[in-house]
């Protein structure tokens, strides 16, 4: 039940996660924020990064229009809060 009322929350409020992907900064030289959703590395960090200094993204969909071969970004977000809500992560992106 849980998985499903996440995926609930995401799509409900799409335009916050979305900004996340918008307004996201690096947590220390090594790391950005956005290479700690699952399935999202240095490649896509990267090519989310270069789009969004173009212009910034509208919705999922947008991303997945604009970054080639990207996979569902709610889906990632929607994993990681899964993780954030039950194991110890140590850098909380969407809870407290």
Do not use: C
Not at 29 to 49: C, F, N, S, T, V
Not at 66 to 93: C, M
């Amino acid at each position: 039940q849980l998985h499903k009322f996440i995926e609930k929350v995401v799509k409900e409020r799409e335009r916050e996660f979305v900004d996340f992907f918008n307004k996201s900064e690096s947590i220390n030289k090594r790391i950005h924020q956005i290479e700690l959703l699952p399935g999202l590395g240095k490649k896509y960090m990267k090519e989310i990064l270069e789009q969004r200094n173009i212009k910034g993204f509208e919705s999922f969909e947008d991303m997945k229009k604009r970054i080639q071969n990207l996979p569902f970004p709610e889906k990632a977000v929607e994993k990681r809060i899964f993780e954030e809500l039950t194991s110890d992560e140590r850098y909380k992106l969407f809870t407290h």
